[in-house]
């Protein structure tokens, strides 16, 4: 059974940086196209960022232009660069493929990211 074990949130200042992992154990994700999503306290999980298997990407409104998502296919790996980072970013992050559920049947635990001063 496919994992995704997301990784590297935590606490950082607002303009500070920040570097999300995603593995994908037991998977192979060359074939997917891969996602960010994210669930803020009081809040419905939300897509906030694609990187597509042709490895176009694409950002919702609130991230672009701050948030890079990367993929590594040899290592089945996504990695989310969030840059810039603003208070309201705070939530609990998580990567799958897009629709989610096609790659991995459970969503991973996530990774907190929370931006506070």
């Known amino acids: 059974q496919v994992q995704l074990v997301e990784s590297g949130g935590g606490l950082v200042q607002p303009g500070g940086s920040l570097r999300l992992s995603c593995a994908a154990t037991?998977?192979?994700?060359?074939?997917?196209?891969m996602a960010w999503y994210r669930r803020a306290p009081g809040k419905q999980r939300e897509l906030i960022a694609i990187?597509?298997?042709?490895?176009?990407?694409a950002y919702a409104e609130a991230v672009k232009g701050r948030f890079i998502a990367t993929r590594d296919n040899a290592n089945n790996m996504a990695y989310l660069q969030m840059n810039d980072l603003k208070a309201e970013d705070t939530a609990t992050y998580y990567c799958?493929?897009?629709?989610?559920?096609?790659?991995?049947?459970?969503w991973g635990q996530g990774t907190q990211v929370t931006v506070s001063s």
């Open positions: 799958n493929t897009d629709p989610p559920g096609i790659l991995a049947p459970n």
């Open positions: 990187r597509r298997r042709s490895f176009s990407h």
């Open positions: 037991g998977g192979d994700i060359k074939d997917y196209d």
